[in-house]
Structures are given as C-alpha cells and as structure tokens.
C-alpha cells in the first residue's frame, strides 16, 4: 500500500506570484534551483504540492475589500458559497460550489497584501493539469501534482493541508475487496492519498516560511497515471449522513 520510505523537500525561491504569471515555469525554476544544490532534479513519479493562494494569485482569483475592516470580505463568502452549513458570530461554515464544506467559503486574507483577498480556484484539477502538463512538456518527466489548502475538521481541533485538485495522480486508494494483515477482507476502506501527501507537504512549508512548494519523492509508482480527480473525493449528497 505504502512505500517504505518518503522524503519531502521544500522547494524555497518562487517569487511573488501575480495575475497573469507562468507559474508552472517558475516552480520549474524554483524547484531546479533548489534541488541543484543536491545535483539533484525533478524525477518520473515525483510529486509537488503547491499551495492553492499561489495558484488563485496565478489565475487572478482575487478581490478588493476594505484593508481596515477585517469583515469586509463577508458578502464575497455568502457570494461563494452555495450553502450556508452552519453560523455563529462571524463565522460561517458553507458549501462553495466546488462541493467544498469550509470556512468564510474557503475566502482567505492570510499571506495577502492588504485590502485583498484570494478565493478558491474555480477548478483545481484543471489547474493541477495545466502545471503537470507543461512540467512534462519543458521536462519530460511525469511528476504528480496537487494543489493544496488549509481546512478545518468539525470533529478535531487543529488545521491541516487537504488536497482541491490534483493531475498525473490517483486520488482515492481503493482496498476493497483486498486482505487487511490477518487475511480479512476490507470492505470499506478508501485510502484518500492527495489529502495524506497534502498534510504532510504542509509539515515542511508552514503556514508562515513563504514556501508554497514541497516536493513529495519516493511515492508508491503504481500510484500514478492519468484520470482521477479531487472532485471524485467529494462524498455526494446520497452517501452523505450528516445532509
């Protein structure tokens, strides 16, 4: 199921990232700058994973609001979302129309100049394609890519990275139907990958370092390939207990 063994790189040097920037070909740049000081290089099966505010800063994502009122971005959150799950105070839990269950609609002031604010990419698969395919097309190597954010759990304390979109990468590890160790059948287990890759990436950028880049080497080769999406991981109204 796993590999024996990880290593995650953080890829420091992207600069500031604005409207309009090939992102793709600077993260190329910051990751050959990096990984040189290692005579070291971008390898099949690789996997980067990229901060969601570097992407939304690429593709333009991104709103005015008032620079001295830390509420200013509210009406952007009840635009963004399609359904508020739950309110108290300021806080508003909602549904975004990617299908995403978060926070102010995954609206964000954190690492932003003041009086602007990021939202979420309108696709984040799509933006993970884009970055793997021209990192196959100037390289020639096959690397996985997913494009993470911050979110909240409604049962657990604490933050942690979870993957939006993810390219040239299985999102979901289907077991079932397999053995566990003692030779029962696993009928249930669905191992999402994009979302452990993603939280552990996290462990090496920091919510605060300015590094929007890790690189995830020795991830299981089988794990690889075209197809699959990080809309496939969200569970649908049908399967969802709690809707």
């Not at 990419?121 to 190597?141: E, K, M």
Request: net charge negative; charged share 25%; glycine share 10%.
């Amino acid at each position: 199921m796993s590999s024996p063994r990880l290593e995650i790189i953080p890829i420091p040097g992207l600069p500031e990232i604005v409207p309009g920037d090939d992102l793709a070909g600077l993260i190329i740049e910051a990751c050959q700058s990096s990984l040189a000081e290692s005579s070291e290089q971008l390898q099949d099966h690789d996997v980067l994973v990229v901060s969601q505010k570097v992407v939304s800063k690429a593709e333009n994502k991104l709103e005015q609001v008032d620079p001295d009122d830390p509420l200013s971005h509210k009406p952007l959150v009840l635009r963004e979302s399609v359904r508020v799950v739950r309110r108290r105070g300021e806080l508003i839990i909602s549904e975004t129309k990617h299908g995403y269950i978060c926070a102010n609609a995954g609206i964000d002031r954190s690492n932003m100049a003041p009086g602007v604010a990021a939202l979420l990419p309108d696709d984040s698969d799509r933006s993970a394609i884009r970055i793997r395919d021209a990192i196959a097309g100037r390289l020639g190597v096959e690397v996985g890519i997913i494009v993470a954010d911050t979110f909240g759990r409604p049962w657990r304390r604490g933050l942690t990275d979870i993957a939006l979109g993810c390219a040239g990468i299985m999102p979901i590890l289907d077991l079932r139907g397999t053995d566990d160790a003692v030779g029962r059948e696993l009928h249930v287990t669905e191992v999402c990958i994009v979302d452990e890759l993603a939280g552990a990436a996290e462990l090496v950028r920091g919510k605060s370092d300015g590094i929007a880049v890790a690189l995830i080497r020795g991830v299981d080769p089988a794990w690889f390939g075209p197809g699959g999406v990080v809309t496939d991981v969200v569970r649908s109204p049908a399967e969802d207990l709690f809707r």
